[in-house]
């Protein structure tokens, strides 16, 4: 999820993994950590898209040997960064009302449990750790749920109560001057693109499929006030393929990533743009 450019550290060799063998250029080599628990099972509606086992499948993709860690809970004033006290509020009010075992829908897409409001402290807490660990020098992972980046900062939508990406920068620009985004989530990253939209500290990218929910992410939404110029948004037509995602990168994100001078990249790593996703058309 998260990854960080910043000065070189002296790394054991014991705690060395190689994250990228590509062949070219050389591999890196840095120490690298999976922030996630199982704790997240407390918010579940089996049958629903977004369930537990989402997160099951994709641990599935985690090394054997990757250093797994557990998160620590996010206070709600780390929420409240992005977030207004009336919408944690009203998301802890709603949790707590709902009966055990049951799924309490805010919106047609969006459930919660007894269980969610704990888990989404969490959620946005490994997100948290993960940026602290990127800080120190680590590619660091966090696998979580509730996810987050369609939650704005007065409601919760999409699936998303708290939006963990946003908490997580907003933590980190207590310690650094500038944050990229890039968001390659099948969808647009409403909540995250608002959370930033008038900073011109948060470089937020997205790429995303256009015309699905939920509905915004045009690139003329390129930011309000000093933020104009610090959000892009790239729509690709149902359909593309990864070459299309490669020029995306090459031409627009990596050279606007390099003007920015970004002090941490943090990816907002939906993998709901892979092929077989029954929600995505990619
Ligand atoms: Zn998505």
Request: include cysteine.
């Amino acid at each position: 999820m998260v990854s960080a450019p910043v000065a070189p550290r002296i790394i054991p060799v014991r705690q060395a993994r190689f994250i990228s063998c590509a062949g070219n250029p050389p591999p890196i080599i840095m120490p690298y950590s999976v922030v996630t628990d199982d704790l997240f099972r407390a918010h579940d509606h089996p049958g629903h898209p977004e369930s537990q086992a989402r997160l099951e499948a994709a641990l599935t993709g985690v090394p054997a040997d990757a250093r797994r860690i557990a998160p620590t809970k996010a206070a709600p004033d780390d929420l409240a960064r992005v977030h207004t006290h009336r919408h944690i509020t009203a998301i802890r009010s709603f949790c707590e009302e709902c009966p055990p075992g049951r799924a309490c829908y805010i919106d047609p897409d969006t459930y919660v449990t007894s269980g969610s409001f704990d888990a989404a402290l969490y959620a946005a807490g490994a997100a948290i750790l993960a940026v602290e660990r990127a800080l120190d020098g680590e590619h660091s992972f966090a696998l979580v749920r509730p996810p987050g980046h369609h939650a704005v900062p007065d409601r919760a939508m999409g699936f998303c109560l708290f939006n963990n990406v946003a908490v997580a920068t907003a933590q980190a620009l207590r310690e650094v001057a500038r944050v990229a985004i890039i968001d390659w989530d099948l969808h647009h990253g409403n909540g995250t693109q608002a959370a930033f939209y008038t900073s011109d500290r948060v470089l937020y990218c997205s790429v995303h499929q256009a015309g699905t929910f939920p509905g915004t992410g045009w690139p003329d939404e390129q930011g309000a006030g000093p933020g104009v110029g610090y959000t892009i948004n790239i729509p690709l037509a149902a359909g593309s393929t990864g070459a299309d995602y490669a020029l995306v990168f090459r031409e627009v994100f990596v050279p606007a990533i390099r003007g920015f001078k970004p002090a941490l990249l943090v990816v907002s790593a939906g993998q709901d743009p892979l092929f077989d996703d029954p929600l995505g058309s990619m």
